[in-house]
């Protein structure tokens, strides 16, 4: 993770008149209350529409489904009120670090990436590597949505909009399409502060995400779409086409739809039901295109006719806590003028708070700022960084993080001197007990001023040596200079299956094979390969040779306690799984692979984990098309993930 802070200060010159944007008090609180009543309508309107995947009909809805006081309570939103929070108490130089402990405080849901992401960080692992392992979600809307309080805090001032989104969005998103949609979201919203051009303002968010990205591909259809004329289904279309995927969460399908109901839209309203009617993730889009418009119009101009309905008050859901809910939107729009007054001071944005407006040359100052962007388009998610004032320390995770029996794990550690002289000392790393680390010897460092240099190791351990978090020490003695803090590496553990030979006929989940004899049993077994995975992801399709066939796979976990669990086994074709030698579930019909904790509603059930060791079974049969699966186990409470459990030894394996 880089330091985002201090930022230069932004100016454009030309001859020896530096130009400076103004937004008078006024304006600004006027666009931010615009911004989130726009938002509030917007997800009202799409809330009752969404689902878990697309649908090739488009709905047909100019009006609000279901309307209810101060809205429906959304994600979209009460997340960003969890932001406003950590802004207030970690003050303005907040980093994903800090976002990470909101995360865990302050939010009980897990849909998705929410709950994979929860779950990396309660095993240790650091943004952006909570958001990137283990994560099949991180190119969901997720983090899209969150992008107007960046924005409202950086009027103007897109290049700070973004940062703040981009610290966001690597927290459960790192390395995926969503980072892209958080921060042109983010650009385009601050920018609208200063500029009304609506097609000026999708190229400005297109300049700040890479071209080459599914997300930039998708908005410049529509944008292209728009211009060529073709009608706003047409554009649909061609989005749909171009970027399709099956899950409604999907997000660059998301944001080229977000993008027709920003570009066709006549006014307001009109606005936020095509992107709506276009489908998908119906609550998102519609969200985020209303609170731009918000933006653009203001309170003073949004139209009675879809504001007044809903009122000033907040809807929350019970699943956040530990925040304080403003009362209305008047006082959350003070709290966040406030602090945007604070941000643009501190990190000499290219604009000021004023008596009057004066947006000349905006466009220009605003293309201007956004060049800094794209110094996060290359960043890994496989990368933590430490500043440990004299040095910076970077942690890159070469084979991942989650350590597997006896298969080397490779690291690499860098060292950077932030000192205006050279400096010399020792970097040695410490293992858990009964690992072994490789190269052994530590090293001699001596580095120039701002040189950087980089240590390739790696660690293996057995399976008895490993826990659900493993962690490993990086201590940096400098000579002459003062004491430095150690620099963990979180190791987790991963997966540890027994897989059958693959079974060709008859290809029916119904015929009985051998293996079937063996779903309670609590040792290798006769005709079973061990196979160790490093996240859920069931990798199994290669045993198949491209042909039909039924595999089975058995698997081990631990519980401390009885208790209540979600098990999934979703898959793009059809399984049955045992608990304990009980039959507990057979696949209700295919469905596009969707691995949440929450479920698929079609190959997942409740069971009652027993307290000690439980024994799974899985029989899982591939057709004419590739085989996906993966496994998924979360709390009867909050559908979350559960890092008690072991699972990555069998139990004959055990201390």
């Given at each position: 993770m880089i330091n985002m802070f201090p930022l230069k200060r932004i100016s454009v010159a030309c001859g020896e008149i530096y130009m400076k944007l103004k937004i008078s008090r006024e304006t600004y609180w006027d666009k931010v209350y615009g911004c989130w009543l726009g938002k509030n309508a917007g997800g009202t309107l799409g809330g009752p529409l969404e689902g878990p995947y697309g649908q090739e009909e488009m709905f047909n809805v100019w009006w609000y489904p279901k309307i209810a006081e101060g809205g429906i309570p959304n994600d979209d939103l009460e997340i960003q009120l969890v932001w406003l929070q950590a802004l207030k108490e970690r003050g303005i130089y907040l980093t994903a670090r800090d976002l990470a402990d909101y995360w865990l405080d302050c939010i009980l849901y897990n849909p998705d990436e929410y709950g994979f992401s929860k779950t990396n960080?309660?095993?240790?692992?650091?943004?952006?590597?909570?958001?990137?392992?283990?994560?099949?979600?991180?190119?969901?809307?997720?983090?899209?949505?969150?992008?107007?309080?960046?924005?409202?805090i950086s009027p103007g001032a897109p290049n700070i909009a973004a940062k703040y989104a981009y610290q966001d969005a690597i927290c459960d998103h790192a390395g995926g399409e969503s980072v892209y949609g958080e921060i042109f979201n983010a650009v385009l919203e601050s920018a609208a502060f200063v500029i009304e051009d609506r097609l000026e303002l999708v190229k400005l968010g297109l300049a700040s995400i890479p071209e080459s990205s599914a997300t930039a591909r998708a908005i410049k259809i529509a944008l292209e779409s728009y211009l060529r004329g073709l009608s706003w289904k047409e554009a649909r279309e061609r989005v749909k086409e171009s970027v399709y995927s099956p899950i409604a969460q999907y997000s660059p399908i998301n944001l080229g739809f977000q993008t027709i109901g920003l570009l066709y839209g006549e006014d307001f309203g009109d606005a936020i039901c095509k992107a709506v009617n276009c489908?998908?993730?119906?609550d998102c889009t519609g969200a985020t295109v209303g609170a731009i418009w918000g933006i653009l119009c203001g309170r003073r101009k949004l139209p009675e006719k879809w504001i007044k309905p809903l009122g000033n008050t907040i809807a929350v859901s019970n699943g956040i806590k530990n925040i304080h809910v403003p009362a209305n939107l008047e006082e959350l729009t003070n709290d966040v003028c406030a602090i945007g007054e604070k941000v643009l001071r501190c990190f000499g944005a290219p604009i000021e708070i004023s008596e009057n407006d004066d947006f000349r040359d905006a466009e220009v100052i605003v293309r201007q700022s956004i060049e800094d962007i794209k110094s996060f388009w290359n960043l890994p998610p496989n990368e933590v960084d430490f500043n440990l004032t004299s040095i910076r320390v970077f942690v890159t995770y070469l084979d991942g993080p989650a350590i597997l029996p006896m298969k080397p794990n490779r690291f690499l550690i860098s060292i950077e001197n932030k000192c205006l002289t050279s400096i010399s000392g020792i970097l040695s790393i410490s293992v858990p007990s009964g690992w072994t680390l490789e190269p052994v010897a530590s090293y001699q460092l001596s580095l120039n001023a701002h040189e950087k240099a980089s240590f390739k190791f790696s660690v293996t351990a057995s399976a008895k040596d490993i826990n659900a978090s493993n962690e490993c020490l990086v201590k940096v003695l400098l000579y002459n200079r003062p004491r430095l803090l150690s620099v963990p590496i979180v190791f987790v553990g991963g997966f540890r299956w027994l897989v059958s030979e693959v079974f060709r006929k008859?290809?029916?989940?119904?015929?009985?094979?051998?293996?079937?004899?063996?779903?309670?049993?609590?040792?290798?077994?006769?005709?079973?390969?061990?196979?160790?995975?490093?996240?859920?992801?069931?990798e199994i399709e290669s045993f198949f040779n491209g042909k039909p066939g039924i595999i089975y796979l058995r698997h081990f976990i631990y519980s401390p306690e009885e208790r209540k669990a979600l098990i999934g086994v979703p898959n793009n074709s059809r399984m049955r799984f045992w608990l304990n030698g009980e039959l507990i579930h057979e696949t209700i019909k295919p469905v596009p692979l969707r691995p949440s904790y929450k479920g698929d509603r079609s190959n997942y059930a409740w069971v009652n984990l027993r307290r000690g060791w439980n024994h799974l079974m899985i029989k899982i049969m591939r057709e004419s098309n590739p085989l996906e699966a993966h496994f998924t186990i979360a709390s009867g409470e909050w559908y979350s993930g559960m890092t008690d459990l072991i699972h990555w030894r069998f139990p004959w394996e055990s201390k």
């Amino acid at each position: 993770m880089i330091n985002m802070f201090p930022l230069k200060r932004i100016s454009v010159a030309c001859g020896e008149i530096y130009m400076k944007l103004k937004i008078s008090r006024e304006t600004y609180w006027d666009k931010v209350y615009g911004c989130w009543l726009g938002k509030n309508a917007g997800g009202t309107l799409g809330g009752p529409l969404e689902g878990p995947y697309g649908q090739e009909e488009m709905f047909n809805v100019w009006w609000y489904p279901k309307i209810a006081e101060g809205g429906i309570p959304n994600d979209d939103l009460e997340i960003q009120l969890v932001w406003l929070q950590a802004l207030k108490e970690r003050g303005i130089y907040l980093t994903a670090r800090d976002l990470a402990d909101y995360w865990l405080d302050c939010i009980l849901y897990n849909p998705d990436e929410y709950g994979f992401s929860k779950t990396n960080l309660r095993k240790g692992l650091q943004p952006p590597v909570s958001g990137w392992y283990n994560n099949w979600f991180k190119d969901c809307m997720g983090s899209p949505i969150r992008s107007e309080i960046w924005a409202c805090i950086s009027p103007g001032a897109p290049n700070i909009a973004a940062k703040y989104a981009y610290q966001d969005a690597i927290c459960d998103h790192a390395g995926g399409e969503s980072v892209y949609g958080e921060i042109f979201n983010a650009v385009l919203e601050s920018a609208a502060f200063v500029i009304e051009d609506r097609l000026e303002l999708v190229k400005l968010g297109l300049a700040s995400i890479p071209e080459s990205s599914a997300t930039a591909r998708a908005i410049k259809i529509a944008l292209e779409s728009y211009l060529r004329g073709l009608s706003w289904k047409e554009a649909r279309e061609r989005v749909k086409e171009s970027v399709y995927s099956p899950i409604a969460q999907y997000s660059p399908i998301n944001l080229g739809f977000q993008t027709i109901g920003l570009l066709y839209g006549e006014d307001f309203g009109d606005a936020i039901c095509k992107a709506v009617n276009c489908g998908w993730d119906t609550d998102c889009t519609g969200a985020t295109v209303g609170a731009i418009w918000g933006i653009l119009c203001g309170r003073r101009k949004l139209p009675e006719k879809w504001i007044k309905p809903l009122g000033n008050t907040i809807a929350v859901s019970n699943g956040i806590k530990n925040i304080h809910v403003p009362a209305n939107l008047e006082e959350l729009t003070n709290d966040v003028c406030a602090i945007g007054e604070k941000v643009l001071r501190c990190f000499g944005a290219p604009i000021e708070i004023s008596e009057n407006d004066d947006f000349r040359d905006a466009e220009v100052i605003v293309r201007q700022s956004i060049e800094d962007i794209k110094s996060f388009w290359n960043l890994p998610p496989n990368e933590v960084d430490f500043n440990l004032t004299s040095i910076r320390v970077f942690v890159t995770y070469l084979d991942g993080p989650a350590i597997l029996p006896m298969k080397p794990n490779r690291f690499l550690i860098s060292i950077e001197n932030k000192c205006l002289t050279s400096i010399s000392g020792i970097l040695s790393i410490s293992v858990p007990s009964g690992w072994t680390l490789e190269p052994v010897a530590s090293y001699q460092l001596s580095l120039n001023a701002h040189e950087k240099a980089s240590f390739k190791f790696s660690v293996t351990a057995s399976a008895k040596d490993i826990n659900a978090s493993n962690e490993c020490l990086v201590k940096v003695l400098l000579y002459n200079r003062p004491r430095l803090l150690s620099v963990p590496i979180v190791f987790v553990g991963g997966f540890r299956w027994l897989v059958s030979e693959v079974f060709r006929k008859p290809l029916s989940l119904e015929a009985v094979f051998p293996p079937e004899e063996d779903k309670d049993l609590y040792e290798i077994g006769e005709g079973w390969r061990i196979a160790s995975w490093p996240e859920n992801s069931l990798e199994i399709e290669s045993f198949f040779n491209g042909k039909p066939g039924i595999i089975y796979l058995r698997h081990f976990i631990y519980s401390p306690e009885e208790r209540k669990a979600l098990i999934g086994v979703p898959n793009n074709s059809r399984m049955r799984f045992w608990l304990n030698g009980e039959l507990i579930h057979e696949t209700i019909k295919p469905v596009p692979l969707r691995p949440s904790y929450k479920g698929d509603r079609s190959n997942y059930a409740w069971v009652n984990l027993r307290r000690g060791w439980n024994h799974l079974m899985i029989k899982i049969m591939r057709e004419s098309n590739p085989l996906e699966a993966h496994f998924t186990i979360a709390s009867g409470e909050w559908y979350s993930g559960m890092t008690d459990l072991i699972h990555w030894r069998f139990p004959w394996e055990s201390k």
